[in-house]
């Protein structure tokens, strides 16, 4: 196997290291502890109506997501990192169509942005999963 080739199969096993990460972020993220009953008796504080009006309803933070049946905090998926051009892509995805719903939000329902949550935790941390498997090899070179 060549240098070059062992430097991008690092660089693969760093980002699938990154994706995996990415789910854990995922699934913290979409853990939050209110139940549809209790968010009902909260005033549903997750309700446009809410936005820019002071009312005796506390608004809630919009990440954590709050858990009801757990089947969209299980739905996200990886893929393996691949070459793309001169690049090497991994994703992170779920396809499920309520998280596009809690993403934008509806007409009723504010704005809950997951995905810019769960990149804002681990972009930080990308360039020392990649770093940490290019120094794995670095002595073998």
Do not use: C
Not at 4 to 20: H, L, V
Not at 77 to 94: H, M, R, S, W
Request: glycine residues 8%.
């Amino acid at each position: 196997m060549s240098v070059e080739q062992d430097i991008a199969n690092a660089i693969k096993r760093g980002i699938d290291n990154a994706t995996s990460q990415g789910v854990a972020i995922a699934i913290k993220n979409m853990s939050g502890p209110y139940s549809q009953a209790m968010l009902t008796a909260m005033g549903h504080p997750y309700a446009v109506r809410h936005r820019g009006k002071v009312t005796g309803v506390a608004l809630l933070p919009k990440i954590p997501v709050n858990v009801q049946t757990g089947k969209v905090r299980a739905d996200w998926k990886t893929t393996p990192a691949e070459a793309q051009g001169d690049e090497i892509v991994g994703t992170l995805k779920n396809e499920n169509p309520i998280i596009d719903y809690l993403q934008d939000g509806t007409n009723k329902m504010i704005p809950r942005p997951i995905r810019e949550a769960i990149e804002e935790e681990l972009q930080p941390q990308l360039e020392g999963f990649i770093n940490r498997e290019l120094s794995r090899i670095q002595g073998e070179l």
